[in-house]
């Protein structure tokens, strides 16, 4: 594309790609637009030409009132050598853009050019511009890191080299700290292309991903380390050199971080535990490590084990946490095996530990709802003792009223394996919920009536078990009319109200529960000084009640048979309805004739047709 303007008689120029060749009052001038330094070259020898025009690509026509000129464009190759000694590299550049080199070395040279570009840059300390050259010239992150001896880890041999070491001019203060800036955007570029590049499975390496990070990671601890964090929790740092770093700048927090993403957790938990109690520090305290362990999952359960009981040890509730917080990890790990470990280091904390993954959980592990009844007992039995002693127990209330709510609650223990766990001198009330679990009625009547004497709680027993077993008020009145003379268990003493028939209470419940107490069944065991008067309201009910019973029989039969009396007469009836089917009769539903051999079926209005047109009918209807 050609670009001219004729103006006053003092000035005329042209655009030739990349040059603005102009006149001026004294002198044709050639100027780029890009660079400070904008002046090509003069030409005072043409200061008398009136007009310049582009005729070709390098050809320049100017003409004066009797003179013209012919200006060409000089070889770009020479121009090039000429442009890089005075280092006006974005000139050679664009030059070397519109040369008509081959395209594989064009690039070439273009991409060492901008590499010697940015060495100029950088050495005149415009940092960011030299970034953006390096980035363009696409070359090795590994190399820019090489301009900043202190951040290099180790050396390599790369055969793309820009500067070495020693030529690099010596940063300090503000502008090192500008360097590190332009460094930190241009790694972070680059980074994003390798992680890129490595999703994508290209030819990416780990380890430049590694140096990108771990010099990031020193950057940042010189400028913002805000961003140390954020960028471990990516995690492709060098370990040993990073950590060495982080402790020099005493950043535990981010170096606990670095050792997670590097999966170096018992070097996390050991610096934990260390800094845990020591005042001022950033660790200190034990809730870091509380969050450390639930994190690990089921896959680092030693480990979990392993560290949390010094934390269990100083700290046990909030210890606790490490297994029943709501957390996904946390719920997922194996029950049976953090129980196990509580039960051998931390026997005080199975108790807390059952509660919440069986009422807060919802777990329904018979295993694990015999162990809390288990631990309810031995505690229970403990503090039972410590009371006997003289001791105040102020627990042992609240304690006991738990474990009788979950005998009585949970239907996911295993009564005759929890009862093992109760002894027989004392609990006999938790014992007797365990019992009636089990069915065993008598035993159960046995230790309300004859050893604690209390028959309101044997009567409600009695109503709650009625509707699974009718019996269950025969053996209550029996045990009443026929006490034993031997404790049920050795060591208990038997309440003195039954020791021998007590004929108040038996009558009391005769009279109030007659129509569940069978007569024939107790009253061989009644006593003999109880008078038929004070049996008199038992006896009229029961009477009533059998009366009632064969009364409601009797009707009962009586429509039973008018019922089949009516379904045998209407029996008859169908058996009288008769009907003819010859070889003239069609089926409504085909139009097709009966054979001899043809199943049918008879609709209620007469209607008769073939067995399959029915069952077609009826599968159309269905769907």
């Known amino acids: 594309m050609v670009k001219s303007a004729i103006g006053s008689s003092d000035f005329f120029s042209v655009w030739d790609e990349p040059f603005a060749v102009g006149r001026t009052k004294n002198t044709i001038e050639v100027r780029s637009l890009v660079g400070k330094d904008t002046l090509v070259q003069s030409i005072p020898e043409l200061k008398n030409t009136r007009f310049l025009v582009r005729s070709d690509k390098g050809i320049i026509f100017a003409a004066a009132s009797s003179e013209l000129w012919c200006i060409r464009l000089v070889d770009i190759g020479m121009q090039r050598q000429e442009l890089l000694q005075q280092k006006k590299f974005q000139l050679a550049i664009e030059l070397t853009e519109i040369s008509e080199e081959d395209g594989v070395d064009k690039a070439q040279t273009i991409r060492q050019i901008r590499m010697l570009y940015a060495k100029e840059l950088f050495t005149n300390k415009e940092f960011a511009a030299a970034m ?212 051998s280091k931390h026997k005080a904390l199975v108790i807390p530990y059952l509660e919440h993954i069986i009422f807060e959980w919802n777990d329904t592990n018979t295993l694990r709802h015999n162990a809390l009844l288990k631990q309810y007992s031995e505690q229970v039995q403990r503090l039972l003792a410590l009371q006997a002693k003289g001791e105040e127990t102020p627990e042992l209330q609240p304690l006991r009223a738990k474990m009788y709510k979950m005998l009585e609650e949970s239907q996911h223990y295993s009564p005759d394996r929890v009862l093992d766990d109760f002894p027989t001198t004392v609990l006999l009330e938790e014992r007797a919920l365990i019992l009636g679990r089990l069915k065993k009625h008598d035993e159960v009547l046995a ?48 309440h003195p109200d039954f020791l021998r028939p007590n004929k108040e209470v038996a009558v009391d419940l005769l009279n109030t529960y007659t129509i569940k107490i069978d007569p024939t069944k107790i009253i061989e065991y009644l006593p003999d000084d109880i008078y038929m008067h004070e049996l008199k309201n038992y006896f009229e009910t029961v009477a009533r009640t059998q009366m009632n019973e064969s009364h409601q029989r009797k009707i009962m039969r009586g429509l039973l048979q008018a019922e089949a009396a009516r379904l045998r007469a209407s029996l008859a009836k169908e058996k009288n309805k008769s009907f003819e089917i010859n070889e003239s009769t069609l089926c409504p539903e085909c139009r097709k004739r009966f054979t001899n051999q043809t199943a049918f079926v008879r609709y209620p209005n007469g209607q008769v047709v073939h067995l399959s047109c029915y069952d077609r009918v009826v599968s159309a209807t269905q769907q």
């Open 132 to 343: 953006k050259e390096f980035e363009k010239a696409a070359i090795d992150p590994y190399d820019v890191i090489r301009l900043f001896p202190s951040l290099v880890p180790e050396p390599k041999n790369t055969s793309d080299a820009v500067v070495p070491p020693s030529s690099v001019p010596k940063l300090e203060d503000h502008d090192l700290e500008n360097a590190y800036l332009a460094l930190i955007e241009f790694l972070v570029q680059a980074r994003q292309r390798e992680v890129v590049k490595l999703l994508d499975t290209k030819s990416s390496s780990k380890s430049l991903l590694e140096i990108i990070d771990t010099t990031l990671l020193k950057c940042y601890l010189q400028t913002n380390d805000a961003l140390v964090a954020p960028l471990l929790r990516l995690n492709q740092c060098h370990l040993e050199e990073s950590e060495k770093m982080l402790k020099k700048h005493n950043k535990l927090s981010e170096l606990i971080i670095l050792y997670d993403g590097k999966k170096k957790h018992k070097k996390a938990l050991t610096l934990l535990k260390e800094q845990a109690n020591i005042q001022g520090s950033v660790l200190q305290g034990h809730k870091r490590t509380i969050t450390y362990l639930q994190s690990l999952g089921s896959d680092n359960l030693p480990l979990i084990f392993e560290f949390a009981d010094w934390v269990l040890t100083e700290n046990p509730m909030e210890g606790l946490t490490i297994f029943t917080d709501e957390l996904i990890a946390v719920e997922a790990l194996p029950r049976a095996k953090v129980l196990d470990f509580l039960l």
């Open 447 to 494: 230790i309300y009536i004859q050893v604690f004497g209390d028959v309101d709680k044997a009567k409600a027993y009695a109503e709650a078990k009625y509707e699974d077993d009718k019996e269950v008020f025969n053996i209550l009145l029996l045990t009443i009319l026929k006490p034993t003379q031997k404790p049920p268990y050795e060591g208990i003493t038997l």
